[in-house]
């Protein structure tokens, strides 16, 4: 062992070099949190998304067909931004686009007794803005 006034220094480069270690796992660590917590955003908001689209799906195929929500065009919801509920308030905007004039199904149906509903579900990310859409078919009398 050496005297401690002989000491060369190397206690403080352990040190340095364990420190740079623990940095650098640490940044790792938090990098994969984040990216963690992104994918699990993601994946609960297209849930949400997907169950908003299709409790809407649900309310029309109580509706008769000569409702309001079943014309032809594009239609959007009464709440613009609502939360996974419905509620006012959140992120999440619905729309829809009825089609009364369906063709190429198979088996064949005749043009103009089913209509297709395209529900539209989508909310803004970082990257933009992501959506879900479920498609539906209805008897058009």
Known sequence: M???????GSALIEIVVALAIFVAVSLGLTSSTINAKRTSDGSRHAAEAT????????QMRTEAPTSADFTSGSH????????ATGAAGGIFTRTWSVTTNVSGLSPSVTTGTVGRVD?????????GTASVTLVSYYKLS
């Open 76 to 83: 959007t919801d009464a709440v613009s931004h609502m939360d």
């Open 119 to 127: 529900m539209r579900v989508s909310w803004p990310t970082q990257s």
């Open 2 to 8: 050496k005297p401690l006034r002989e000491a060369d």
């Open 51 to 58: 169950t908003l689209a299709f409790d809407k799906l649900e």
